[in-house]
């Protein structure tokens, strides 16, 4: 049995597996997390309870905190939640920035897979389409941003200009932190879904679950013009 | 481990045939499939393993037997210590086969040969050495102090049938019964409990998995799903027997239980501690598994659920969120799992 750090055995879920692709899940989540962890304060906490040839199951130590929620405005509903991510996601791949690819979490998304502690610190949790070194830096971030502009376009149907304004800002913070590449300067949104039709076995069967690649055309050209910086 | 494993099956079973399945001599049928299914099903199955004859011949079949969500309850026994399982009635061998990537010996009986060859070949395909095939009626099994886990899976409401069982017949009008066993399905079934609680060590732990009689569903306008009689699940047992041989002429026997009931009826047979859960939207293919408590139902979540597919069953899962989530009715939720401690 590994341990990592104290795991809080009071309250925790369990991820397990008996199949081929679901233990090889559970260990790119293992590989993610260890990844994760080596950069952050507040580790996330487990311990693999069995681990055999046909199976695995990790105990994840519980993390108390606000998961956000999906509203019609879900972009400017959660300003304050995006940016601290922005700021989280610069302090954790910032080291990378020199890197041509830096590590993929690929599932980056305000909605259930950040947990902030104290309604403050982020954690980025569900670390199953890990991979190291394949994306181009600011990736993750992009797809944070963009998701939450299709759930609210989605949601009210119309394009929010305000939060265009406030998306705009953000690419600017990324791009001062050196954590945006050049390949998303000119047009962001079709530079982000471009690397995840280039890469969609990086997803598998959950790539057609993936919001932002249905973005129409038209809104991705009107979100790209709005950007400037 | 193995050796001595097959040395005590061997003592109870000393004939094994040319696929290696233990014989006790005694056979019968129940399956989701017509003897002439299984007859076709079995050549493809010869010529093309197992995997690519379900997704050929009975494609229907194919998440049923393959899906990993179907084992789902097997996570509420603790796989930390490895040990040996017996599955109570395997039919195809999906919990088998979870119980043995799990890393335990697996002890697998049904009276259905049919089913018991396609485990074999299964077994094969995935390298699973551990699962060990025996064709018996479970009712009449003698396994005393071998096992470390007992998975009783949707078997306990068909101990009373005593006939072959082709599932899709069965539910059918019949003329003439042959379900003459004197004895109450009640009694049957604690027997069998019984059974399977002598085959365990001490602090052997027991997975039973069942429809709850006051399933929500059933109120809806379910059918009962063994009986396929409006009503029967519920009502008290005299009437359900009526209706059933009125419209169906034959005795109604696959009785299912309450949570309570459940729980009294396996701790009858001598079990020590029980945990009791409910599961949703049902046991065969669980999207959440909670305590049977106050804190448990607390937990209940919208869950996605690809088979709500009519109107009547989207008004039946509105329904169920309604009372589980906001009146906190879990006396109503849809299936029982019990892990039972020797």
Known sequence: MEEVDSFDNKKYFIKSSSSLNGINDIATELIG????????????????????????????????????????????????????????????????SVKPSVPLHGDFSLLGNIVFINDDIPVIIDWEHFRLDVAPIGFDAMYFLFE?????????????????????KMLIKLKSANCLNEVFINKPLEATIKFMLNNDNYWGSQFNKMPIIFFSKNDIDFIDNQMSF | MQSNLIEKILNLYPQQDENMIFKSGREGYWSNLSKKENDSFKNVLDNDGPKKAVQSVIPQFEDMIYSEKREAALELLNHEELGVCIDFGCMWGVLSAGMARRGHHVISIDQTYQSLLFLKKRAEEDNLNNIHIVQDDIKKTKFTDIADYAIVNGVLEWIPILEDVEVKKFYGKRLHSSSSDSKTPNNMQEKFLE????????????????????????????????????????????????????????????????????????????????????????????????????????????????????????????????????????????????????
């Open chain 1, 33 to 96: 997390v260890a990844w994760y962890n080596s950069k952050v304060h507040h580790k996330i906490k487990y311990e693999i309870s069995v681990q055999r040839e046909n199976y695995i199951k990790v105990k994840y130590s519980e993390i108390k905190g606000i998961v956000p929620k999906l509203s019609k405005k879900s972009y400017l509903s959660n300003i304050k939640y995006i940016e601290k991510v922005i700021d989280h996601y610069c302090s954790v791949w910032g080291g990378d």
């Open chain 1, 148 to 168: 939450l502009i299709w759930f609210q376009t989605s949601q009210s149907n119309t394009i929010c200009k305000h939060s265009l304004i406030h998306l705009n």
């Open chain 2, 195 to 342: 059974t399977v609680f002598a085959s365990l060590k001490d602090d052997g732990e027991m997975m039973l998995a069942i429809e709850n009689r006051h399933s929500h569903q059933y109120y809806m306008g379910r059918k009962d799903p063994h009986a396929n009689l409006l009503f029967t699940t519920f009502l008290p047992r005299r009437l359900s027997n009526l209706i059933s041989k009125i419209f169906h002429n034959k005795p109604y026997r696959n009785y299912i239980y309450s949570f309570k009931k459940m729980e009294s009826l396996v701790m009858s047979v001598g079990f020590k501690e029980c945990e009791t859960y409910m599961c949703f939207p049902d046991y065969h293919f669980p999207e959440m598994i909670l305590k049977y408590s106050k804190q448990g139902i607390l937990e209940y979540k919208k869950y996605p659920n690809e088979n709500r597919i009519t109107n009547k069953q989207k008004i039946s899962y509105y329904f169920e969120y309604f009372i589980m989530k906001y009146l906190k009715l879990k006396f109503f939720s849809p299936a029982i799992v019990i892990v039972a401690k020797k």
